[in-house]
Nanobody, 127 residues
Framework: VQLVESGGGLVQTGDSLRLSCFAS????????MGWFRQAPGKEREFVAA????????YYTDSVKGRFTISRANAQNAVFLRMNSLKPEDTAVYYC?????????????????????WGLGTQVTVSS
């Protein structure tokens, strides 16, 4: 599967962005999907995950209440709505697809659970 992210940009503190990730090559309808981010000089970190049927979501603590992950299986896509953006949200955001089925959502924080990655989209939040 190929994943392509879009929707990043330069925004100010408090602004919102909606990231999109469209898949091609195969359906992602049976895949748990995740968003990760990598800030300059830091390791890539987990942001959010959503189960294949969208019944379960999981977020890292720093984005809870501000970010919302969603998906549209008919479009073979997953989204990340980011509200109340902060400078510390500045990073390259990556979409990822997992081939594992039935794992607890807490497990999906690990990058090792994902076998397909996009190239990322840059989000920059100015203060």
């Amino acid at each position: 599967v190929q994943l392509v992210e879009s929707g990043g940009g330069l925004v100010q503190t408090g602004d919102s962005l909606r990231l999109s990730c469209f898949a091609s090559g195969r359906t992602i309808g049976s895949s748990t999907m995740g968003w990760f981010r990598q800030a300059p000089g830091k390791e890539r970190e987990f942001v959010a995950a959503i189960s294949s049927d969208a019944s379960s979501t999981y977020y890292t603590d720093s984005v809870k209440g501000r970010f919302t992950i969603s998906r549209a299986n008919a479009q073979n896509a997953v989204f990340l709505r980011m509200n109340s953006l902060k400078p510390e949200d500045t990073a390259v955001y990556y979409c990822a697809a997992s081939s594992f089925v039935g794992r607890p959502m807490g497990f999906m924080q690990s990058q090792s659970m994902y076998n397909a990655w996009g190239l990322g989209t840059q989000v920059t939040v100015s203060s």
